[in-house]
């Protein structure tokens, strides 16, 4: 599990914090084509996140790291709010809220997820 969720911090680190990591690649493009890869899987990984993480904070695991990969989850799921009828509004207003710290949330899922490598 903690494999799976590292995988999915790493790709919704990229997917989220692309518009800084392209600032930081230059003219390589590097970050824009694996975003293209991964693009077609949002769901997919802003689900896993979501699932994921909720379940290693009700095993205790270390929230804060688990957090971010919750508010990360949702801002993948953006697209998706809306087809849950019954919690659409209050889902669209935090996504909404969460919106400005986009690449900031991305970035910090690529940190949690290379640390997650490291150790």
Do not use: Y
């Amino acid at each position: 599990m903690v494999t799976l969720l590292t995988i999915a911090n790493l790709c919704g680190g990229i997917l989220l914090g692309l518009a800084t990591l392209d600032k930081w690649d230059g003219e390589s493009n590097f970050f824009n084509k694996i975003a293209g890869v991964l693009a077609p899987f949002q769901t997919l990984i802003g689900g896993a996140l979501v699932v994921l993480s909720l379940l290693r904070i009700f095993g205790g695991h270390n929230w804060l790291f688990n957090i971010t990969s919750l508010l990360g989850g949702l801002l993948l799921l953006t697209h998706v709010f809306g087809k849950v009828p019954a919690l659409e509004t209050s889902l669209r207003k935090l996504s909404a809220k969460l919106m400005p710290f986009k690449a900031i949330i991305g970035i910090g899922l690529l940190v949690i997820g290379i640390l997650n490598l490291i150790n």
